[in-house]
């Protein structure tokens, strides 16, 4: 599907099948290692795509880096990097790309359709760009970060400009001290006008396991100021937010992922429109430190998948998950009333191993063959990646053999690319799946990639030359 902002559709059933052909025997197919020069960024006119950061009609590969170039001990603070590399009519073009300094700003906002690390964008001044949401270092003592935006344009965001820090509404809590948030402001259209807004997320000095939404309405102008603001209370300590891509075709859900000591979070799905967020229905789903929104079997309603991500809480005796939770991915579906939608669910392929303490797994969702209705692709360490898909009659899970891409200087045990985006990068109809391998110890950032039509490679390129 080429995506003009992302419309959320149900599942029924999902079949897990792996894109299995590689390009090579052992399928440690490598990049290219050279350093690429940078070459003049494509000037665009503006445009309706997705993650088209520079207006061009193609989307564009964002991702953060904290790779610093002199080995795996030595890595920036913060987000590190925040890199763009301009789609094509070939794909992502690594030899145009943007490399910003971000190490003062804490997190990017999480893509909708999935894989945390990778930035979410929006158009929140109309002007055919699409922006990105920050969560940006305050200038104040007493605040831990503050939203920002850094703006899309013809050639994509400037390199040397500070995000804009976005206007708040005044303080309505006197009782309470609300000391700012380490989550990134969430895009979405949360009262359905068409218009990209956000939701940004602030935590009690006093400890208390309550977060404060303040939704921010679009459209902003470029000193950060929305059109109006309005605020929701809820009775958790916050892990994440994660909205549904604002499409024009009404509100966007907004997942709210709890905070977690190490193991699968909760998630609460909230209900938008156009009245005030206190009136928002909401439904609690199961736990999973993965979620995506998407097309999942094109009856026109939105879906959001939530998956085991693999981390456990290290205490003795927590160190595991119920059934319901262990290995699984949930698809609900159907609207939300007075309980959670009906949802299916699958055992996802490959053993976790060792209690880790990060994720052993990510998730994407795409339209990978072009016939409207998305997929998810899971990549999990040491395995590669499955794509699962809806048959239309309910889950079916095999162990076939999924598509691997492997660091070939470090070996297929631990440097197996993850699942880490899909766009239409070329524009052809259907979308690519972007798999990503770091060469350091996690959390170092990916920096080797493949861009393929999930079997074959389509292109690849390090990015390890990406330092400024």
């Keep these: 599907m080429h995506h003009r902002r992302l419309t ?7 079949l897990l099948l792996a894109a299995c052909a590689n390009t090579s025997d052992d399928g440690n197919v490598s990049p290219e290692e050279e350093v690429t020069k940078a070459a003049p960024i494509p000037e665009g006119g503006g445009s309706d795509v997705r993650d088209d950061v520079n207006g061009d009609g193609f989307p564009d590969l964002l991702f953060t880096s904290t790779y610093n170039g002199t080995g795996p001990e030595d890595f920036l603070s913060g987000v590190g990097r925040l890199v763009v590399v301009y789609g094509s009519e070939d794909g992502p073009e690594p030899t145009t790309r943007t490399v910003i300094d971000a190490e003062d700003m804490f997190a990017v906002a999480e893509a ?7 930035p979410g964008t929006a158009d929140l001044d109309r002007d055919g760009f699409d922006d990105i949401p920050v969560l940006a270092a305050s200038a104040s003592a007493s605040r831990a970060g503050e ?5 899309g344009g013809p050639t994509g965001p400037d390199a040397d400009a ?3 820090t976005v206007a708040m509404p005044e303080e309505d809590d006197p009782g309470r001290s609300w000391g700012g948030s380490y989550t990134a402001p969430a895009p979405g259209d949360f009262d359905g006008d068409g218009n990209a807004d956000l939701v940004a997320a602030e935590e009690p000095d006093t400890g208390e396991d309550l977060t404060r939404l303040t939704v921010l309405y679009g459209p902003f102008d470029r000193d950060g100021v929305p059109e109006r603001s309005a605020r929701l209370t809820v009775d958790t300590r916050l892990g994440g937010l994660v909205s549904a891509e604002a499409d024009g075709t009404g509100p966007t859900p907004l997942l709210v992922r709890h905070g977690a000591d190490g193991e699968q979070p909760a998630n609460t799905l909230f209900t938008t429109g156009a009245g005030d967020p206190g009136e928002w229905e909401s439904v609690d789903l199961l736990a999973g430190g993965l979620s995506a929104f998407g097309d999942f079997d094109g009856d026109g309603a939105t879906d959001v998948a939530i998956g085991d991500d693999g981390t456990r809480n290290d205490e003795p005796g927590y160190e595991t998950e119920s059934d319901e939770v262990h290995r699984q991915l949930h698809v609900y579906h159907g609207a939300i009333e007075e309980r959670a939608p009906e949802h299916s669910s699958t055992t996802l392929p490959g053993e976790d191993g060792s209690v880790p303490s990060y994720p052993l797994r990510t998730m994407v969702a795409g339209d990978l063959d072009g016939d409207g209705t998305d997929e998810v692709a899971v990549g999990l360490d040491g395995r590669g990646v499955d794509v699962v898909r809806d048959t239309g009659a309910g889950l079916e899970t095999h162990d076939a053999s999924p598509l691997v891409r492997a660091d070939p200087e470090k070996g297929a045990d631990d440097r197996v690319a993850r699942a880490f985006a899909f766009g239409d990068y070329d524009g052809d109809g259907p979308d690519e799946l972007v798999l990503a ?3 350091g110890t996690f959390p170092s950032a990916p920096v080797l990639w493949w861009v393929t039509d999930g079997s074959a490679d389509e292109g690849s390129f390090s990015s390890e030359g990406f330092t400024g």
């Design 162 to 164: 500070a995000p804009t």
């Design 147 to 151: 939203a920002a935006v850094l703006w």
């Design 437 to 439: 391998v770091d060469r």
């Design 8 to 14: 959320a559709l149900t599942c029924a059933g999902v």
């Design 112 to 118: 909708g359709d999935g894989q945390r690390l990778r």
